[in-house]
């Protein structure tokens, strides 16, 4: 049982980079496997990145792939998203997530069980 909350969104620039971090508490944070979702105003909440449980594997939209990188630190409780050469595009109310996913929907919503509250992204010039 966990609690998420994200930090870091707000403004940038095209082709800038921001930082977006997950903060959890509670219990049995190194078995969820993690993920980043964003939404759009009048869009689906899409997949845009997840990490396994262990660190170990992780996986990305191809929109962000290259750009984006994804980490966590099990010891700290928390978890990365690296946002490099942003577009408007990305911009987005992104959402930390847990959950239990296998191989063929860890990239799908239902996979998750836990969120934060969201926090946004802008990138406008």
């Known amino acids: 049982q966990l609690q998420l909350v994200e930090s870091g969104g707000g403004l940038v620039q095209p082709g800038g980079s921001l930082r977006l971090s997950c903060a959890a508490s509670g219990h049995n944070f190194r078995n969820y496997d993690m993920a980043w979702f964003r939404q759009a105003p009048g869009k689906e909440r899409e997949f845009a990145a997840a990490i396994r449980r262990n660190g170990g594997t992780s996986y990305y939209a191809d929109s962000v792939k290259g750009r984006f990188t994804i980490s966590r630190d099990n010891a700290k409780m928390t978890m990365s998203l690296v946002m490099n050469n942003l577009k408007p595009e990305d911009t987005a109310l992104y959402y930390c997530?847990?959950?239990?996913?296998?191989?063929?929907?860890?990239?799908?919503?239902?996979?998750?069980?836990?969120w934060g509250q969201g926090i946004q992204v802008t990138v406008s010039s």
């Open positions: 997530t847990a959950g239990y996913a296998i191989t063929c929907n860890i990239r799908r919503l239902e996979a998750y069980t836990t």
